[in-house]
């Protein structure tokens, strides 16, 4: 079965300081992997996904991810924090396009000043 | 486009009492979803339609009930609250299930059952 696991449910990072959000997932196939980020009190959002076309996938807002099959995973980065990245991040998969989409359990970024 | 709009944003209910929760989308997306989101547990799939007339269970359906009479309307039902179905639910629609659809949420609605 599809999963997905975030690791650490919350990060905090200083201002300007790279952003490393991890998650890693299980399948027997490529899987289709998103980030979806939610900021306080809205819905969900797309940030990013993977669609086999290219193992580093960039995003809105400055973000990007890898996919590293060897590694099962899928982390999310950005170069340098800002303010307004402060939120909560969920790492999704989809392994067949049947399936429905597993959330993680989300990360939620925190911005030192 | 309005998106995926809901309603109500925050309702307060009795134990016992029953509401419907409305979501309506003008992406003209063939699925609609319905989540709930409580601390620390992600997203969780409640029913799911792949078009007007057809429903299935997600993985936490018990409690809920759903219809789908239009392509833009998903609306959920709760016919006896419990204080277990406390949460903040998520009403999403996507344009299909080729595999890298992107899924649209709406705002969201908090619900709290005492």
């Known amino acids: 079965a599809q999963s997905v696991t975030q690791l650490g449910s919350h990060v905090s990072v200083s201002e300007g300081a790279l952003v490393l959000l991890r998650c890693n997932y299980s399948?027997?196939?490529?899987?289709?992997l998103f980030w979806y980020v939610q900021y306080p009190n809205q819905g969900l959002q797309l940030l990013l996904k993977y669609t086999s076309a290219a193992t580093l996938v960039k995003g809105i807002n400055g973000f990007e991810a890898e996919f590293k099959k060897s590694e099962t995973s899928f982390h999310l980065t950005k170069p340098s924090a800002h303010m307004s990245d402060a939120a909560e991040y969920f790492c999704a998969v989809r392994v067949n396009r049947d399936d429905k989409i597993i959330f993680g359990k989300g990360t939620r970024l925190h911005i030192l000043p | 486009n309005a998106g995926v709009t809901q309603t109500p944003k925050f309702r307060i209910l009795k134990i016992g009492q029953s509401m419907t929760l409305q979501c309506t989308q003008d992406m003209n997306h063939n699925y609609m979803y319905w989540y709930r989101q409580d601390p620390g547990m992600g997203l969780k799939l409640i029913y799911y339609?792949?078009?007007?007339?057809?429903?299935d269970k997600g993985e936490v359906p018990n409690g809920y009930n759903v219809s789908r009479s239009t392509t833009e309307d998903f609306p959920l039902r709760l016919e006896l609250a419990a204080p277990s179905q406390t949460s903040v639910y998520f009403c999403a629609s996507s344009s299909g299930t080729g595999g890298q659809e992107t899924q649209y949420f709406g705002p969201g609605t908090r619900l709290l059952v005492l």
């Open positions: 339609s792949v078009g007007a007339g057809i429903t």
């Open positions: 399948s027997s196939v490529p899987p289709y």
